[in-house]
């Protein structure tokens, strides 16, 4: 049996009965819609909750009553979208709502408290707003380039090293990419450095999926220098600190130590040809810069030569669907 | 009003959202520290002070307003109290709205104090100005010393975008200069760039690296220690690493570690065997890390609870 729903039961973050008229009516058909698909209940207080912070701080020295009075305008409005959309339609996102918390529940236990805002933020992107969002930024020519540089110059060689030693396709591209994205120094410009970091980062997300105490020791080995693994005591607790997955042991970790550095090399030889090819448009041109490249600081670099502009034409046949390509193509004509 | 490059500012925005930073450098109160936030290590707000020197002042007129009626409150939910705005001189002078919001007492004791400074744009002395400046104050709030005083790097044109389309009439302007396509997509994306930056301001966005893998591992030795002070020693431990051109033009964020530009190259014991002990009991360390923590462990100096 469905309980019933009275505003007890949904009290927290609920608005002020008071601030609104026809608030029982309301209430009423939130009843009914939740009495249809119960799964949405924590949503709405989850929703409430949110938007009561941001209200607070949106309309401060406002009388309270007006952020009561704005909480029910947002319930009748969530109440009338629902109510216009098919009962199919408010099940599949009610399940979606329910999966995405309890997933989000689940990868917190196994990360530990710590994990609680980045893993928080990656929840809350729906995945059609990652696509989107994903979309525009490839379609900027500057993250269009970063791509190209990661795809010429630091995918071969992560394969030659994967190559070179098999077992090494065990540890996922995105945990190379995601230590990659963390050796890079944080700089709060648009550098060409930093839109190669963007591009690592956003192919990264599975990595961030990794408990804490793993990623570190990842970073630790990542960062490590050979000389440091002859002998070392702490070798074989730093390799039961990573993935098991993986299955990087004392023996093997020369092999992981040695990809890390070839992944390091490449992605400075990535950072470096963005940088050229960037300084091939920005540098003596008389049309403005577009997107990307009306911020990235080239950093002096010589412009890139016919083969390297010849490669990134390869590329741009090779993701034909990436507007970023032909825009960038077009800067470069 | 400031003539915004509307490609410009939509790369950023949507870069920022994808999880670029817009602010870097010394833990800001919402930096997550061995599983909490720095906040919690000195019970209330921290003094956040933005230095508008090197941002022009067509910039200054768009920020001004926009910081009293939104960013500040917005801020202030962030735990961060903001003074008023730097030009040329170093002082603190608290805000109407951060002296009405301030916790009783708040004054009256030694604080974290957050210096906001747009990056590219300081002079590399002004660094010093701070340190000389806020030394020279004999007020309670800056008491703890440079210890207690970090900065944090922001990309200023991108704050000032975002204080632009929060007027109606920019928001309109610059998205009736998008791409039709993309319009709903900017809908979506405004408010959470600048949510984004406001994190990015007090820290909630930092991200981990070799420093931060650092900072948390000398934080568990010394887990009474401020995350500012541990910050101070785990950076100039770095920067002892850096390529001599790196160290002159280095771009300390903590105003300890500036200190250590001076007298390169400083000399450093070797990690003794009864650190070593101590640093295992927290996680395993291969040897280049765990000299450069001992190092930043003696740079630290002893702590009350060690």
Redesign the interface.
């Known amino acids: 049996m469905t309980r019933r729903l009275t505003l007890d039961s949904i009290r927290p973050g609920f608005p002020e009965p008071s601030a609104c008229p026809d608030g029982a009516e309301i209430l009423d058909r939130w009843e009914s819609l939740l009495r249809k698909v119960p799964r949405l209940r924590p949503w709405v207080g989850k929703m409430l909750g949110q938007q009561r912070v941001l209200l607070v701080a949106r309309l401060e020295g406002q009388p309270p009553l007006v952020i009561e009075r704005t909480l029910w305008q947002e319930l009748a409005r969530w109440l009338r979208e629902f109510e216009a959309l098919p009962q199919f339609a408010v099940s599949a996102i009610a399940t979606t709502v329910q999966e995405g918390e309890r997933d989000s529940r689940d990868a917190r236990a196994l990360a530990g408290v710590e994990e609680l805002p980045v893993l928080a933020d990656a929840a809350l992107h729906s995945p059609e707003r990652a696509v989107s969002e994903m979309e525009a930024l490839r379609s900027d020519p500057a993250f269009a380039l970063a791509f190209h540089c990661v795809e010429v110059r630091l995918r071969p060689r992560l394969a030659s090293a994967v190559e070179a030693a098999p077992w090494l396709s065990r540890v996922p591209e995105a945990a190379w990419f995601g230590l990659l994205h963390s050796s890079v120094p944080a700089c709060p410009l648009l550098t060409p450095d930093i839109a190669v970091a963007l591009v690592l980062r956003v192919f990264s997300s599975e990595w961030m999926t990794l408990p804490a105490e793993a990623r570190r020791a990842a970073l630790r080995l990542f960062g490590a220098h050979p000389s440091e693994l002859r002998g070392s005591a702490q070798l074989d607790r730093l390799c039961r600190s990573l993935p098991a997955a993986w299955g990087v042991v004392p023996e093997s970790a020369p092999d992981f130590v040695a990809a890390s550095t070839q992944a390091r090399l490449a992605l400075g030889d990535a950072s470096r040809l963005c940088n050229r090819i960037a300084a091939s448009v920005t540098s003596g041109r008389r049309v403005p810069r577009q997107g990307g490249f009306a911020l990235i600081e080239a950093g002096g670099a010589v412009p890139a030569g016919p083969e390297e502009l010849e490669e990134l034409s390869q590329t741009a046949r090779k993701y034909l669907g990436m507007v970023g390509f032909r825009r960038l193509l077009a800067l470069l004509r | 009003m400031v003539p915004l490059?509307v490609?410009?500012t939509?790369?950023?925005m949507?870069?920022v959202?994808?999880?670029?930073?817009?602010?870097?450098g010394a833990p800001g109160p919402a930096t997550?520290v061995?599983?909490?936030a720095a906040l919690s290590w000195i019970e209330g707000p921290w003094l956040g002070i933005l230095d508008f020197e090197g941002v022009k002042r067509c910039e200054r007129e768009v920020l001004d307003p926009w910081l009293w009626r939104?960013g500040e409150?917005?801020l202030?939910?962030r735990h961060l109290l903001l003074a008023k705005p730097l030009s040329d001189e170093v002082f603190i002078d608290l805000t109407a709205q951060a002296r009405e919001a301030m916790p009783e007492g708040w004054r009256d004791a030694p604080r974290p104090v957050l210096i906001l400074a747009p990056?590219?744009r300081s002079r590399p002395e002004r660094r010093r100005e701070y340190l000389d400046a806020l030394s020279q104050l004999r007020i309670p709030l800056v008491a703890g010393g440079s210890e207690l005083w970090g900065i944090r790097?922001?990309?200023v044109?991108l704050l000032v975008a975002l204080a632009q389309l929060s007027n109606p009439a920019g928001r309109a302007a610059f998205r009736a200069a998008l791409d039709p396509s993309?319009t709903r997509?900017f809908d979506?994306?405004l408010p959470a760039a600048e949510a984004a930056v406001l994190d990015?301001l007090v820290g909630?966005?930092d991200?981990?690296?070799?420093l931060a893998?650092d900072l948390?591992g000398l934080s568990s030795l010394h887990p009474k220690a401020h995350p500012l002070a541990v910050y101070s020693a785990v950076e100039r431990a770095h920067n002892r690493r850096r390529a001599d051109k790196e160290r002159t033009q280095f771009s300390a964020r903590t105003i300890e570690s500036r200190l250590s530009a001076r007298g390169f190259p400083e000399a450093a014991d070797p990690c003794t065997a009864a650190f070593a002990e101590r640093a295992?009991a927290i996680?395993?360390?291969?040897?280049?890390?765990?000299q450069r923590i001992f190092e930043a462990h003696e740079l630290l100096g002893p702590r009350e609870g060690d």
């Open positions: 490059d490609a410009a939509w790369t950023r949507l870069s959202t994808a999880g670029a930073p817009a602010a870097i997550r061995g599983g909490k939104h409150p917005l202030l939910v990056a590219g790097e922001l990309d044109e993309q997509l979506q994306q990015d909630a966005r991200e981990e690296g070799a893998a948390e295992d996680a395993p360390l291969l040897a280049g890390d765990l």
